[in-house]
Structure formats: C-alpha cells, structure tokens
C-alpha cells in the first residue's frame, strides 16, 4: 500500500462560521481571518495504492459550478485534482474508487463534470466505483432546509444515474472494523447524517482522514464546534470520543480542509485533549 496527499484546491469560508459560538479573538489565533473575516481552506483529498486498486477520498469542490457560485468561496493558489494526480503519476481514468466522507460540495464537487457538449452532466471517473453509505445517500437527495445549499442535484445524481454508485454495507455499530475498500470506517451524524471517518493502517501507524469531525487543527477544543453542522451537541460527544482514542492511540490525523497543516497528533492536558504536533505527510511516511 502506498498513499499520497492530492490536493484539490484551496478556499476561503468565513472564520464565524466555521467556529460557530466561539469568539473570534480566540479563533483568529490559529485561523487568522483576512479584512473579509474569510479564513484559508484547503480540499486535501487522500489517494490509496493497494494492489490492483487506487482508492481516492474525497473529491473537492470541482470546477462546473458558475462563476457566481464559485465567488462566494475565494478560491486561491494552484492546487487542482488533475495535476495534484499528475504529480504523483496518476490520472483520473486511472481512480477505481471515489470514496465519498459525505455528499456536501466541497467533498464530493470533484466526482461529477461537464459532458463534452456542456449538455448534461457524467461522472468525472469513468472507470471508478463511487461509494457513499444509504442512510446518508437519503439524507443527501431529500435534504433538510439547512443542508439543502450544500446538497447539489448536479453532484449527486449522475452518479446514481451511471450505475457507478454503490453503498458500504455497514453494521449497526459506529466504528465498522474493516469496509469492503479495507479500511475502518467511524460513523458520525453531529456534522451531518453518516459522515464517514476513515482509518488506515499504513506503515505502523493509524492514519485518520478526519473530513469535518476536525476541520481544521484549530478545531481541537472540544467546544469548538462548526456552525455548519446540524446537531452541534451530538458533534461535541462523537468528538469528545473521538479525540480521547487519537490522543490515547497516537493517532495520525489527516487534516482535509486545514490549508496549513497536514497531519496532527494530540495529546492529554489538563484542559483536555489539545494539540501536540504538527507535520507533513512527508516528514512521517516518506
């Protein structure tokens, strides 16, 4: 097995938002917000190696939306999906599975483009299976009001219509030991209806693609809680566990939407969990 970072591209969201209750005098310490109060973001999708498979996590905002859509999120720098899998010696005919965390635009944009005559809409994976849960698919085609700016028609359904898409058979039980792509799944409903946490065993360690269980390393604090997700009580109990078993196990956090950070580690205090290091993926796996 190897893995490689793909970044997607990278984005600004307004700070407020994104740490909900909490005040942006503290926030703006780990998150500095520019003069719009809009913080970096990045889409740092996952590529997974192993054998005949080559798994990609997530799939970014993707670039079919109008231009009108797409200035509500600043996008910047000169990451892209196709030359991040360029880098890495990749192409996007070559992806055999899409997994999806959850369906909400800048995690699943990526997996649905433009057909050649702008007519209609296929998916940007031709030879991929696309994998998303069916409680969540659910969820996601018959959306709350809430939710519903963050659930495209457009993202979804192409897939659907393809014959591509398929659901991880899952137990009753939040943490599935083993998927059928070979890696652990945690379940959580706090950020929206079964998101899916991946953990990966890869060379010794337990690498852990957080998606939007912890945005950001600034997110750490128990408390703080994105004003995005629909059940924040709920979120600040799946995270509570969640990060007792990181700090607990030296998990290795994979950090989807922090622009500055790629992997964290956590440790026990006396105020809680909170962070111990920072790293690049390089610096620990290559």
């Not at 520019?34 to 005949?52: K, T, V, W």
Request: charged fraction near 25%; glycine fraction near 8%; proline fraction near 4%.
């Amino acid at each position: 097995m190897k893995l490689y970072p793909i970044e997607a591209g990278n984005f600004k969201l307004d700070g407020g938002a994104m740490f909900g209750v909490v005040p942006k005098a503290i926030w703006n310490r780990t998150n500095p917000a520019d003069s719009n109060n809009m913080i970096d973001i990045a889409a740092r999708c996952l590529l997974i190696e192993d054998g005949n498979r080559l798994i990609l996590i997530d799939t970014g905002m993707g670039n079919k939306q109008s231009d009108k859509f797409f200035s509500y999120y600043y996008q910047w720098g000169d990451h892209s999906l196709d030359s991040s899998l360029k880098k890495v010696g990749f192409h996007r005919d070559d992806i055999t599975d899409v997994f999806m965390t959850h369906l909400h635009f800048d995690h699943c944009g990526g997996s649905v483009q433009w057909n050649k005559d702008r007519t209609g809409y296929e998916p940007a994976f031709k030879n991929a299976t696309f994998w998303t849960n069916e409680d969540h698919w659910k969820w996601a085609t018959n959306p709350n009001p809430r939710e519903k700016a963050s659930f495209l028609k457009e993202n979804l359904l192409p897939m659907q219509e393809s014959g591509q898409l398929k659901f991880i058979e899952r137990s009753n039980t939040p943490f599935m030991e083993k998927s059928e792509l070979g890696f652990g799944i945690l379940f959580v409903d706090g950020h929206t209806d079964k998101q899916m946490i991946p953990h990966i065993n890869y060379k010794g360690k337990t690498l852990v693609f957080a998606a939007d269980l912890l945005a950001t390393a600034g997110h750490i604090p128990l408390p703080y809680v994105m004003g995005y997700d629909t059940r924040p009580l709920l979120t600040m109990g799946e995270k509570a566990i969640f990060l007792d078993n990181a700090a607990n196990n030296d998990f290795h956090i994979f950090l989807e939407h922090d622009a500055h950070n790629e992997i964290c580690t956590l440790q026990q205090t006396e105020k809680g969990v909170r962070l111990n290091e920072v790293h690049s993926f390089d610096s620990i796996f290559n």
